[in-house]
């Protein structure tokens, strides 16, 4: 048995040992990044409010170096020239 878990929805449970016991095999959890996002935002934005910097924050985001060797972009700009031009 496969549960859509969301946070806050109409889950019975968001523990693991019990969805087991409930026959739940997997449990799916959709919105679990966009939960964390939204609530460390709230976080960012309130110290960019309150300092107007984000360098208090350094320790708790990625960069943009970072972010672009997370999602490989030098492979998807490169892949990108190769088809610049191309019709």
């Known amino acids: 048995l496969v549960h859509n878990l969301v946070e806050g929805g109409q889950s019975p449970t968001r523990e693991g ?11 799916l959890h959709p919105l679990i990044l966009m ?3 939204v609530a460390q935002g709230r ?3 309130e110290a960019l409010l309150r300092s107007g910097s984000t ?3 350094d320790d708790r985001m ?11 972009a030098d492979t998807l700009i490169a892949t990108g020239d190769r088809y610049a031009g191309e019709s």
């Open 55 to 57: 360098q208090a924050l």
């Open 35 to 37: 939960h964390l996002l």
């Open 17 to 27: 040992a019990e969805l087991d016991r409930l026959g739940i095999a997997v449990a």
């Open 43 to 45: 976080v960012g934005l």
């Open 62 to 72: 990625v960069d943009l170096r970072q972010m672009n060797a997370l999602m490989k």
